[in-house]
Protein backbone atom coordinates (compact mmCIF):
# COMPACT_ATOMS: atom_id res chain seq x y z
CA UNK A 1 0.00 0.00 0.00
CA UNK A 2 1.25 3.55 -0.96
CA UNK A 3 2.32 5.07 2.07
CA UNK A 4 0.67 8.63 1.02
CA UNK A 5 -2.43 7.42 0.27
CA UNK A 6 -5.02 5.03 2.06
CA UNK A 7 -8.03 3.34 0.83
CA UNK A 8 -8.56 1.73 4.17
CA UNK A 9 -8.26 4.34 6.99
CA UNK A 10 -8.52 2.73 10.72
CA UNK A 11 -9.30 4.95 13.38
CA UNK A 12 -9.07 4.29 17.38
CA UNK A 13 -11.25 6.08 19.30
CA UNK A 14 -9.80 6.15 22.70
CA UNK A 15 -12.79 6.48 25.71
CA UNK A 16 -11.05 6.98 28.80
CA UNK A 17 -11.08 8.42 32.12
CA UNK A 18 -8.17 11.29 32.21
CA UNK A 19 -7.50 12.58 35.52
CA UNK A 20 -7.23 15.99 36.63
CA UNK A 21 -3.84 17.39 36.94
CA UNK A 22 -2.76 13.86 36.94
CA UNK A 23 -0.02 14.27 33.57
CA UNK A 24 1.76 11.36 34.69
CA UNK A 25 -0.74 9.59 34.64
CA UNK A 26 -2.77 10.36 31.70
CA UNK A 27 0.43 10.14 29.94
CA UNK A 28 0.37 6.77 30.63
CA UNK A 29 -3.34 6.05 29.54
CA UNK A 30 -2.30 7.63 26.65
CA UNK A 31 0.62 4.92 26.09
CA UNK A 32 -1.18 2.00 27.32
CA UNK A 33 -4.34 3.37 24.59
CA UNK A 34 -1.86 3.44 21.40
CA UNK A 35 -0.17 -0.03 22.18
CA UNK A 36 -3.86 -1.74 22.16
CA UNK A 37 -4.84 0.65 19.27
CA UNK A 38 -1.64 -0.81 17.42
CA UNK A 39 -2.63 -4.09 18.16
CA UNK A 40 -5.75 -3.37 16.47
CA UNK A 41 -4.42 -2.03 13.17
CA UNK A 42 -5.35 1.61 13.69
CA UNK A 43 -3.56 4.31 11.80
CA UNK A 44 -4.68 6.90 14.34
CA UNK A 45 -5.98 7.15 17.74
CA UNK A 46 -8.12 10.18 18.39
CA UNK A 47 -7.96 10.95 22.37
CA UNK A 48 -10.30 13.67 23.92
CA UNK A 49 -10.43 17.27 24.41
CA UNK A 50 -7.48 18.49 27.15
CA UNK A 51 -6.58 14.85 27.75
CA UNK A 52 -3.14 15.22 28.75
CA UNK A 53 -4.28 17.68 31.81
CA UNK A 54 -7.61 16.42 32.16
CA UNK A 55 -10.89 18.65 31.29
CA UNK A 56 -11.89 21.03 32.74
CA UNK A 57 -8.55 22.04 33.73
CA UNK A 58 -10.42 25.95 35.07
CA UNK A 59 -7.56 28.22 36.69
CA UNK A 60 -4.87 25.80 36.53
CA UNK A 61 -4.29 26.64 33.23
CA UNK A 62 -3.35 29.72 34.23
CA UNK A 63 -0.01 28.69 36.48
CA UNK A 64 2.89 28.43 33.94
CA UNK A 65 4.43 25.28 35.91
CA UNK A 66 1.38 23.50 34.60
CA UNK A 67 1.72 24.47 30.80
CA UNK A 68 4.91 23.61 31.15
CA UNK A 69 4.35 19.68 32.03
CA UNK A 70 1.86 19.72 29.93
CA UNK A 71 4.05 20.08 26.74
CA UNK A 72 6.68 18.02 28.06
CA UNK A 73 3.87 15.10 28.24
CA UNK A 74 3.80 16.07 24.57
CA UNK A 75 6.99 15.83 24.09
CA UNK A 76 7.28 12.45 25.28
CA UNK A 77 4.30 11.00 23.42
CA UNK A 78 5.88 12.23 19.87
CA UNK A 79 9.09 9.95 20.76
CA UNK A 80 6.58 6.96 20.90
CA UNK A 81 5.46 7.41 17.17
CA UNK A 82 9.17 6.98 16.10
CA UNK A 83 7.84 3.48 15.79
CA UNK A 84 5.68 3.90 12.98
CA UNK A 85 2.93 2.62 14.41
CA UNK A 86 -0.69 5.04 15.11
CA UNK A 87 -0.61 8.35 14.75
CA UNK A 88 -1.86 10.41 18.08
CA UNK A 89 -4.60 13.03 18.05
CA UNK A 90 -4.34 14.75 21.69
CA UNK A 91 -5.77 17.32 23.38
CA UNK A 92 -3.78 19.61 26.23
CA UNK A 93 -3.07 23.46 26.96
CA UNK A 94 -0.63 25.63 25.16
CA UNK A 95 0.84 28.45 25.79
CA UNK A 96 2.33 30.06 22.48
CA UNK A 97 3.94 33.46 23.20
CA UNK A 98 1.37 36.07 25.81
CA UNK A 99 -1.68 33.50 24.03
CA UNK A 100 -2.78 30.63 26.25
CA UNK A 101 -4.88 27.94 24.14
CA UNK A 102 -7.10 24.70 24.20
CA UNK A 103 -4.90 22.75 22.05
CA UNK A 104 -4.38 19.41 20.29
CA UNK A 105 -1.27 18.09 18.74
CA UNK A 106 -1.54 15.60 15.88
CA UNK A 107 1.71 13.66 16.46
CA UNK A 108 2.79 11.06 13.72
CA UNK A 109 6.31 9.42 13.01
CA UNK A 110 8.31 11.08 16.03
CA UNK A 111 6.97 14.81 15.09
CA UNK A 112 4.60 16.69 15.80
CA UNK A 113 2.69 17.20 12.47
CA UNK A 114 0.51 19.76 13.04
CA UNK A 115 -0.83 21.86 16.10
CA UNK A 116 -4.61 23.14 15.83
CA UNK A 117 -6.08 25.93 18.41
CA UNK A 118 -10.06 25.53 19.62
CA UNK A 119 -11.42 28.59 17.97
CA UNK A 120 -14.95 28.50 19.86
CA UNK A 121 -14.73 29.38 23.07
CA UNK A 122 -18.08 28.41 25.48
CA UNK A 123 -18.65 30.52 27.40
CA UNK A 124 -21.90 29.60 29.36
CA UNK A 125 -23.64 27.20 31.95
CA UNK A 126 -20.89 25.17 33.22
CA UNK A 127 -18.32 26.60 30.58
CA UNK A 128 -16.12 29.47 31.02
CA UNK A 129 -13.45 29.57 28.33
CA UNK A 130 -13.15 32.66 27.53
CA UNK A 131 -11.80 33.73 30.88
CA UNK A 132 -8.90 31.29 30.48
CA UNK A 133 -7.67 30.69 26.92
CA UNK A 134 -7.57 32.45 23.76
CA UNK A 135 -9.54 31.90 20.65
CA UNK A 136 -7.32 30.31 18.03
CA UNK A 137 -7.33 31.10 14.24
CA UNK A 138 -9.79 29.44 11.57
CA UNK A 139 -8.02 25.85 10.84
CA UNK A 140 -7.13 24.29 7.59
CA UNK A 141 -6.97 20.23 7.32
CA UNK A 142 -3.78 17.83 8.41
CA UNK A 143 -2.50 16.36 6.03
CA UNK A 144 -2.22 12.80 7.37
CA UNK A 145 -0.58 9.85 5.97
CA UNK A 146 -2.44 11.69 2.58
CA UNK A 147 -5.48 11.90 4.38
CA UNK A 148 -6.44 15.34 4.89
CA UNK A 149 -8.08 15.55 8.24
CA UNK A 150 -9.96 18.42 9.86
CA UNK A 151 -9.74 18.29 14.02
CA UNK A 152 -12.25 21.14 15.05
CA UNK A 153 -12.02 20.90 18.95
CA UNK A 154 -15.54 20.26 20.73
CA UNK A 155 -17.65 23.79 20.80
CA UNK A 156 -16.23 24.10 17.58
CA UNK A 157 -18.96 21.90 15.96
CA UNK A 158 -21.55 23.08 18.61
CA UNK A 159 -21.35 26.76 17.56
CA UNK A 160 -22.21 29.00 14.79
CA UNK A 161 -17.93 29.98 14.18
CA UNK A 162 -18.24 27.99 10.73
CA UNK A 163 -15.03 25.93 11.17
CA UNK A 164 -16.31 22.98 9.53
CA UNK A 165 -17.41 24.82 6.77
CA UNK A 166 -14.08 26.38 6.32
CA UNK A 167 -11.96 22.76 6.81
CA UNK A 168 -14.23 21.25 4.48
CA UNK A 169 -13.99 23.90 1.90
CA UNK A 170 -10.22 24.18 2.29
CA UNK A 171 -10.25 20.34 1.61
CA UNK A 172 -11.10 18.14 4.61
CA UNK A 173 -11.87 14.76 3.58
CA UNK A 174 -13.38 13.66 7.49
CA UNK A 175 -13.59 15.28 10.52
CA UNK A 176 -12.43 13.83 13.91
CA UNK A 177 -13.70 16.03 16.54
CA UNK A 178 -12.22 15.89 20.49
CA UNK A 179 -14.85 16.53 23.10
CA UNK A 180 -15.36 17.23 26.43
CA UNK A 181 -18.73 17.05 26.61
CA UNK A 182 -20.32 16.77 30.13
CA UNK A 183 -23.84 14.52 30.35
CA UNK A 184 -27.17 16.00 31.72
CA UNK A 185 -30.71 14.55 31.20
CA UNK A 186 -30.74 13.61 26.89
CA UNK A 187 -27.70 15.25 26.00
CA UNK A 188 -26.59 12.27 23.83
CA UNK A 189 -29.96 12.94 21.10
CA UNK A 190 -28.42 16.49 21.65
CA UNK A 191 -25.01 15.29 20.39
CA UNK A 192 -26.86 13.47 17.67
CA UNK A 193 -28.43 16.18 16.24
CA UNK A 194 -25.29 18.85 16.62
CA UNK A 195 -23.08 16.54 14.52
CA UNK A 196 -25.83 15.44 12.26
CA UNK A 197 -26.35 19.10 11.36
CA UNK A 198 -22.26 19.69 11.06
CA UNK A 199 -22.57 16.42 8.41
CA UNK A 200 -25.09 17.89 6.34
CA UNK A 201 -23.68 21.52 5.95
CA UNK A 202 -20.21 20.15 5.53
CA UNK A 203 -20.87 16.93 3.03
CA UNK A 204 -17.74 15.13 5.83
CA UNK A 205 -18.39 12.05 7.53
CA UNK A 206 -17.68 12.76 11.28
CA UNK A 207 -16.27 11.27 14.50
CA UNK A 208 -17.04 12.30 17.55
CA UNK A 209 -14.60 11.51 20.76
CA UNK A 210 -16.07 11.86 24.21
CA UNK A 211 -14.78 11.60 27.40
CA UNK A 212 -15.58 9.62 30.18
CA UNK A 213 -15.91 9.57 34.04
CA UNK A 214 -16.56 11.99 37.05
CA UNK A 215 -14.69 15.30 37.11
CA UNK A 216 -16.09 17.65 40.65
CA UNK A 217 -19.74 17.98 39.81
CA UNK A 218 -19.49 17.44 35.94
CA UNK A 219 -19.61 13.52 35.00
CA UNK A 220 -18.69 12.63 31.39
CA UNK A 221 -20.96 9.93 30.10
CA UNK A 222 -18.39 9.23 26.66
CA UNK A 223 -21.26 7.12 24.34
CA UNK A 224 -19.09 8.48 21.45
CA UNK A 225 -20.06 7.91 17.99
CA UNK A 226 -19.69 8.84 14.08
CA UNK A 227 -21.83 9.65 11.41
CA UNK A 228 -21.04 8.97 7.74
CA UNK A 229 -21.81 11.70 5.05
CA UNK A 230 -24.91 10.04 4.01
CA UNK A 231 -26.15 10.68 7.65
CA UNK A 232 -26.35 7.07 8.53
CA UNK A 233 -24.78 6.39 12.09
CA UNK A 234 -21.58 4.60 11.76
CA UNK A 235 -20.75 3.28 15.02
CA UNK A 236 -21.67 3.83 18.53
CA UNK A 237 -19.69 3.41 21.92
CA UNK A 238 -21.26 2.44 25.21
CA UNK A 239 -21.79 5.05 28.00
CA UNK A 240 -20.43 5.63 31.20
CA UNK A 241 -17.87 3.07 29.95
CA UNK A 242 -14.17 3.56 29.08
CA UNK A 243 -13.12 1.46 25.72
CA UNK A 244 -11.33 1.52 22.49
CA UNK A 245 -13.48 1.54 19.62
CA UNK A 246 -11.93 0.88 15.78
CA UNK A 247 -13.94 1.83 12.90
CA UNK A 248 -12.17 1.14 9.23
CA UNK A 249 -13.10 3.73 6.92
CA UNK A 250 -12.79 3.03 3.19
CA UNK A 251 -12.24 5.40 0.42
CA UNK A 252 -14.70 5.67 -2.39
CA UNK A 253 -14.17 8.50 -4.71
CA UNK A 254 -13.66 11.52 -2.81
CA UNK A 255 -15.62 10.32 0.32
CA UNK A 256 -14.80 7.83 3.45
CA UNK A 257 -17.54 5.16 4.29
CA UNK A 258 -17.35 3.18 7.32
CA UNK A 259 -20.02 0.60 6.82
CA UNK A 260 -22.08 0.29 9.61
CA UNK A 261 -20.28 -0.83 13.26
CA UNK A 262 -21.05 -1.90 16.04
CA UNK A 263 -23.74 0.04 18.04
CA UNK A 264 -23.77 -0.22 21.68
CA UNK A 265 -27.06 0.43 23.73
CA UNK A 266 -27.00 3.86 25.52
CA UNK A 267 -29.21 4.00 28.54
CA UNK A 268 -31.95 6.86 28.70
CA UNK A 269 -33.90 8.22 31.18
CA UNK A 270 -34.21 6.67 35.09
CA UNK A 271 -31.09 4.55 34.17
CA UNK A 272 -28.63 7.04 32.43
CA UNK A 273 -29.31 9.30 35.66
CA UNK A 274 -28.67 6.75 38.12
CA UNK A 275 -25.48 5.57 36.59
CA UNK A 276 -23.99 9.64 36.04
CA UNK A 277 -24.89 9.71 39.77
CA UNK A 278 -23.12 6.46 40.50
CA UNK A 279 -20.38 7.29 38.29
CA UNK A 280 -19.54 10.78 39.49
CA UNK A 281 -19.27 9.15 43.51
CA UNK A 282 -17.32 6.52 42.60
CA UNK A 283 -14.73 8.91 40.84
CA UNK A 284 -15.21 12.15 43.34
CA UNK A 285 -14.42 9.22 46.01
CA UNK A 286 -11.49 8.00 43.96
CA UNK A 287 -9.84 10.72 42.67
CA UNK A 288 -9.81 12.59 45.97
CA UNK A 289 -7.77 9.56 47.62
CA UNK A 290 -11.07 8.52 49.48
CA UNK A 291 -11.63 5.04 51.29
CA UNK A 292 -14.72 4.53 51.89
CA UNK A 293 -17.77 6.58 53.00
CA UNK A 294 -19.97 7.57 55.85
CA UNK A 295 -23.85 8.68 55.68
CA UNK A 296 -26.73 9.48 57.93
CA UNK A 297 -29.45 6.76 57.65
CA UNK A 298 -32.58 8.66 59.01
CA UNK A 299 -35.17 6.01 57.24
CA UNK A 300 -36.05 8.67 54.08
CA UNK A 301 -36.00 8.20 50.81
CA UNK A 302 -32.82 10.71 50.45
CA UNK A 303 -30.45 8.54 52.51
CA UNK A 304 -31.99 5.37 51.04
CA UNK A 305 -31.21 6.48 47.30
CA UNK A 306 -27.55 7.84 48.49
CA UNK A 307 -26.60 4.71 50.43
CA UNK A 308 -27.53 2.54 47.33
CA UNK A 309 -26.02 4.59 44.82
CA UNK A 310 -22.79 4.60 47.11
CA UNK A 311 -22.90 0.92 47.53
CA UNK A 312 -23.08 0.64 43.53
CA UNK A 313 -20.48 3.22 43.02
CA UNK A 314 -17.85 1.60 46.03
CA UNK A 315 -19.03 -1.47 47.41
CA UNK A 316 -20.64 -2.26 50.54
CA UNK A 317 -16.90 -3.09 52.45
CA UNK A 318 -16.56 0.51 51.97
CA UNK A 319 -19.98 2.34 53.07
CA UNK A 320 -20.73 3.00 56.61
CA UNK A 321 -24.38 4.00 57.63
CA UNK A 322 -25.74 5.64 60.49
CA UNK A 323 -28.67 5.75 62.28
CA UNK A 324 -28.73 8.61 64.83
CA UNK A 325 -32.66 8.97 66.50
CA UNK A 326 -33.79 11.34 68.79
CA UNK A 327 -37.58 11.27 70.68
CA UNK A 328 -39.29 12.18 67.24
CA UNK A 329 -37.67 9.42 65.39
CA UNK A 330 -40.38 6.75 64.68
CA UNK A 331 -40.09 2.94 65.10
CA UNK A 332 -40.90 3.05 61.98
CA UNK A 333 -37.91 4.78 60.70
CA UNK A 334 -35.74 3.07 62.88
CA UNK A 335 -36.65 -0.53 60.90
CA UNK A 336 -36.69 1.13 57.33
CA UNK A 337 -33.38 2.47 57.97
CA UNK A 338 -32.31 -0.95 59.59
CA UNK A 339 -34.03 -2.93 56.60
CA UNK A 340 -32.18 -1.02 54.25
CA UNK A 341 -28.66 -0.94 55.38
CA UNK A 342 -29.52 -5.19 55.62
CA UNK A 343 -30.57 -5.04 51.93
CA UNK A 344 -27.35 -3.47 50.93
CA UNK A 345 -25.12 -5.43 53.12
CA UNK A 346 -23.50 -2.07 54.80
CA UNK A 347 -22.49 -1.87 58.09
CA UNK A 348 -25.45 0.01 60.29
CA UNK A 349 -24.33 1.76 63.43
CA UNK A 350 -27.12 3.76 65.95
CA UNK A 351 -25.44 7.06 67.63
CA UNK A 352 -28.69 8.37 69.59
CA UNK A 353 -28.53 12.08 69.55
CA UNK A 354 -30.56 13.12 73.10
CA UNK A 355 -27.00 13.96 75.09
CA UNK A 356 -25.55 15.77 72.32
CA UNK A 357 -28.92 18.15 71.53
CA UNK A 358 -29.63 18.14 75.66
CA UNK A 359 -26.19 19.40 76.03
CA UNK A 360 -26.61 22.56 73.31
CA UNK A 361 -29.32 23.05 74.77
CA UNK A 362 -28.44 23.15 78.45
CA UNK A 363 -25.56 25.46 77.52
CA UNK A 364 -27.95 27.80 75.85
CA UNK A 365 -30.49 27.98 78.77
CA UNK A 366 -29.48 31.26 79.81
CA UNK A 367 -29.31 32.95 76.84
CA UNK A 368 -32.57 30.97 75.84
CA UNK A 369 -34.61 31.67 78.93
CA UNK A 370 -38.06 32.97 78.27
CA UNK A 371 -37.90 32.44 74.67
CA UNK A 372 -40.40 30.06 72.76
CA UNK A 373 -39.16 27.09 70.98
CA UNK A 374 -39.35 27.66 67.01
CA UNK A 375 -36.61 26.13 64.53
CA UNK A 376 -33.19 26.84 66.36
CA UNK A 377 -34.35 23.64 68.47
CA UNK A 378 -35.10 21.33 65.23
CA UNK A 379 -31.64 22.69 63.61
CA UNK A 380 -30.00 21.93 66.58
CA UNK A 381 -30.85 18.16 65.91
CA UNK A 382 -29.67 18.30 62.41
CA UNK A 383 -26.40 20.05 63.50
CA UNK A 384 -25.75 17.02 66.43
CA UNK A 385 -25.92 14.51 63.86
CA UNK A 386 -23.80 16.49 60.90
CA UNK A 387 -20.96 16.67 64.22
CA UNK A 388 -21.02 13.15 64.90
CA UNK A 389 -20.91 12.46 61.08
CA UNK A 390 -17.89 14.54 60.77
CA UNK A 391 -16.49 13.29 63.80
CA UNK A 392 -16.60 9.87 62.30
CA UNK A 393 -15.18 11.07 59.28
CA UNK A 394 -12.56 13.16 60.83
CA UNK A 395 -11.18 9.95 63.28
CA UNK A 396 -11.92 6.77 60.23
CA UNK A 397 -10.84 9.28 57.05
CA UNK A 398 -14.29 8.62 54.97
CA UNK A 399 -15.84 11.34 53.50
CA UNK A 400 -19.48 12.00 54.46
CA UNK A 401 -21.73 11.90 51.76
CA UNK A 402 -24.60 13.97 52.26
CA UNK A 403 -28.31 13.40 50.75
CA UNK A 404 -30.15 17.02 50.33
CA UNK A 405 -31.98 16.92 47.12
CA UNK A 406 -32.77 19.48 44.81
CA UNK A 407 -36.53 20.64 45.59
CA UNK A 408 -35.06 21.04 49.28
CA UNK A 409 -31.89 22.72 48.27
CA UNK A 410 -34.30 25.02 45.93
CA UNK A 411 -35.89 26.31 49.17
CA UNK A 412 -33.93 26.28 51.74
CA UNK A 413 -35.19 23.00 53.38
CA UNK A 414 -31.75 22.31 54.92
CA UNK A 415 -29.37 22.91 57.74
CA UNK A 416 -26.43 24.44 57.17
CA UNK A 417 -23.77 22.71 59.73
CA UNK A 418 -26.28 20.00 59.74
CA UNK A 419 -27.64 17.83 57.23
CA UNK A 420 -25.96 19.88 54.47
CA UNK A 421 -22.73 18.43 55.89
CA UNK A 422 -20.14 16.26 54.09
CA UNK A 423 -17.72 16.07 50.98
CA UNK A 424 -20.29 14.82 48.19
CA UNK A 425 -23.51 14.81 47.25
CA UNK A 426 -24.65 12.29 44.24
CA UNK A 427 -28.24 13.59 44.24
CA UNK A 428 -27.78 17.03 44.84
CA UNK A 429 -29.02 18.16 40.97
CA UNK A 430 -32.44 15.59 41.69
CA UNK A 431 -35.90 16.95 42.09
CA UNK A 432 -37.57 15.07 45.14
CA UNK A 433 -39.85 13.53 42.12
CA UNK A 434 -36.64 11.95 40.42
CA UNK A 435 -34.85 10.91 43.76
CA UNK A 436 -38.34 8.65 43.72
CA UNK A 437 -38.13 7.69 40.25
CA UNK A 438 -34.60 6.77 40.50
CA UNK A 439 -35.29 4.50 43.84
CA UNK A 440 -38.05 2.75 42.00
CA UNK A 441 -36.25 2.21 39.12
CA UNK A 442 -33.11 0.67 40.97
CA UNK A 443 -35.32 -1.74 43.15
CA UNK A 444 -35.99 -2.90 39.75
CA UNK A 445 -32.99 -2.82 37.79
CA UNK A 446 -29.34 -3.44 38.67
CA UNK A 447 -27.30 -1.76 35.56
CA UNK A 448 -24.00 -2.71 34.28
CA UNK A 449 -20.63 -1.79 36.51
CA UNK A 450 -22.03 -1.56 39.80
CA UNK A 451 -21.37 -3.22 42.66
CA UNK A 452 -24.41 -3.41 44.77
CA UNK A 453 -26.81 -6.34 44.79
CA UNK A 454 -30.31 -6.96 42.60
CA UNK A 455 -33.12 -6.87 43.78
CA UNK A 456 -35.20 -4.87 46.08
CA UNK A 457 -32.24 -2.84 47.69
CA UNK A 458 -34.60 0.68 49.28
CA UNK A 459 -37.33 -1.36 51.49
CA UNK A 460 -40.78 -0.43 49.54
CA UNK A 461 -42.23 1.24 53.12
CA UNK A 462 -39.30 4.00 52.39
CA UNK A 463 -40.67 4.60 49.36
CA UNK A 464 -44.93 4.81 50.68
CA UNK A 465 -44.47 6.38 53.80
CA UNK A 466 -44.76 10.20 53.49
CA UNK A 467 -41.56 12.21 53.55
CA UNK A 468 -40.83 13.73 56.92
CA UNK A 469 -37.36 15.30 58.68
CA UNK A 470 -38.63 13.97 62.52
CA UNK A 471 -37.79 17.01 63.48
CA UNK A 472 -41.20 17.26 66.00
CA UNK A 473 -43.84 15.04 66.78
CA UNK A 474 -46.49 14.12 64.00
CA UNK A 475 -44.34 16.86 61.37
CA UNK A 476 -44.40 15.88 57.56
CA UNK A 477 -42.74 17.65 54.61
CA UNK A 478 -46.34 18.80 53.24
CA UNK A 479 -46.97 20.70 56.06
CA UNK A 480 -44.57 23.79 55.27
CA UNK A 481 -44.18 22.54 51.43
CA UNK A 482 -46.95 22.26 48.99
CA UNK A 483 -46.64 18.31 47.41
CA UNK A 484 -43.77 17.55 45.60
CA UNK A 485 -45.19 17.59 42.73
CA UNK A 486 -46.00 21.10 42.35
CA UNK A 487 -43.20 22.44 44.06
CA UNK A 488 -40.91 20.28 41.44
CA UNK A 489 -42.97 21.91 38.46
CA UNK A 490 -43.12 25.31 39.93
CA UNK A 491 -38.81 24.76 40.95
CA UNK A 492 -38.41 23.80 37.02
CA UNK A 493 -40.11 26.24 36.03
CA UNK A 494 -38.40 28.81 38.06
CA UNK A 495 -34.37 27.36 37.95
CA UNK A 496 -34.51 25.26 34.39
CA UNK A 497 -36.19 27.44 32.44
CA UNK A 498 -36.24 30.98 34.13
CA UNK A 499 -39.72 31.33 33.34
CA UNK A 500 -41.55 35.04 35.10
CA UNK A 501 -44.42 34.14 38.00
CA UNK A 502 -46.83 35.01 35.93
CA UNK A 503 -46.13 32.33 33.44
CA UNK A 504 -45.77 30.41 36.16
CA UNK A 505 -48.89 31.13 37.68
CA UNK A 506 -50.39 30.87 33.60
CA UNK A 507 -49.42 26.39 34.28
CA UNK A 508 -52.84 26.31 36.76
CA UNK A 509 -50.12 27.45 40.05
CA UNK A 510 -51.20 29.18 43.26
CA UNK A 511 -50.20 33.04 42.84
CA UNK A 512 -49.35 32.48 46.50
CA UNK A 513 -47.61 29.73 46.57
CA UNK A 514 -45.46 30.59 43.44
CA UNK A 515 -44.65 33.82 45.20
CA UNK A 516 -43.49 32.13 48.17
CA UNK A 517 -41.44 29.69 46.64
CA UNK A 518 -39.46 32.10 44.38
CA UNK A 519 -39.06 34.01 47.78
CA UNK A 520 -37.38 30.86 49.08
CA UNK A 521 -35.63 30.38 46.40
CA UNK A 522 -33.51 33.62 46.53
CA UNK A 523 -33.41 33.43 50.46
CA UNK A 524 -31.58 29.92 50.13
CA UNK A 525 -28.70 31.11 47.90
CA UNK A 526 -26.15 31.81 50.67
CA UNK A 527 -27.21 28.27 51.62
CA UNK A 528 -26.38 26.63 48.32
CA UNK A 529 -22.81 28.35 48.25
CA UNK A 530 -21.81 26.56 51.20
CA UNK A 531 -23.23 23.08 49.96
CA UNK A 532 -21.16 20.17 48.77
CA UNK A 533 -21.03 19.37 45.26
CA UNK A 534 -22.76 16.92 43.93
CA UNK A 535 -23.77 15.52 40.14
CA UNK A 536 -24.72 17.67 37.66
CA UNK A 537 -28.22 15.87 35.94
CA UNK A 538 -30.19 18.59 34.70
CA UNK A 539 -29.03 21.19 32.12
CA UNK A 540 -29.25 24.11 34.79
CA UNK A 541 -27.60 22.59 37.96
CA UNK A 542 -26.59 25.32 40.91
CA UNK A 543 -23.43 26.14 40.96
CA UNK A 544 -21.68 25.84 37.53
CA UNK A 545 -24.76 26.63 35.74
CA UNK A 546 -26.96 29.01 37.82
CA UNK A 547 -24.77 31.88 39.59
CA UNK A 548 -27.46 34.04 41.33
CA UNK A 549 -26.32 37.01 43.80
CA UNK A 550 -26.54 35.91 47.61
CA UNK A 551 -28.31 39.89 48.32
CA UNK A 552 -30.77 40.26 46.05
CA UNK A 553 -33.87 42.21 46.56
CA UNK A 554 -35.55 41.22 43.03
CA UNK A 555 -38.84 39.41 43.22
CA UNK A 556 -41.14 39.06 40.26
CA UNK A 557 -44.33 40.76 41.11
Known amino acids: MDKDRFDTFRIAVAQLNPVMGDIAGNLLLARQARR????????????????????????????????????????????????????????????????????????????????????????????????????????????????????????????????????????????????????YRGKIDIRHQVVLRQVIESGLPLVYGAQVGGQDELVFDGASFAFNADHRLAFQMSEFEQSIHLSEWRRQGETWICDTGKVDPVPEGEEADYRACVLGLRDYVAKNGFKSVVLGLSGGIDSALCAAMAVDALGAERVHAVMMPYRYTSDASLKDAEACAAALHIRYDTVPIEAAVDGFLSGLSGLFDGAEEDVTEENLQSRARGTILMAISNKFGAMVVTTGNKSEMSVGYATLYGDMNGGFNPIKDLYKGQVYALARWRNAHRPPDVRGPAGEVIPASIIDKPPSAELRPGQTDQQSLPPYDVLDDILECLVEREMGAADVIARGHDETVVHRIEHLLYLAEYKRRQSAPGVKITRRNFGRDRRYPITNRFRDR
Not at 59 to 85: R, W, Y
Not at 100 to 114: E, Q
Request: net charge negative.
Open 36 to 183: EAAEMGAHIVLFTELFISGYPPEDLVMKPAFLEACQQAIDSLVAETVDGGPGMIVGFPRQDGEGRYNSIAVLDGGRVIAIRDKVDLPNYGEFDEKRVFDAGPMPGPVNFRGVRIGVPICEDIWGDAGVCETLAESGAEILLVPNGSPY
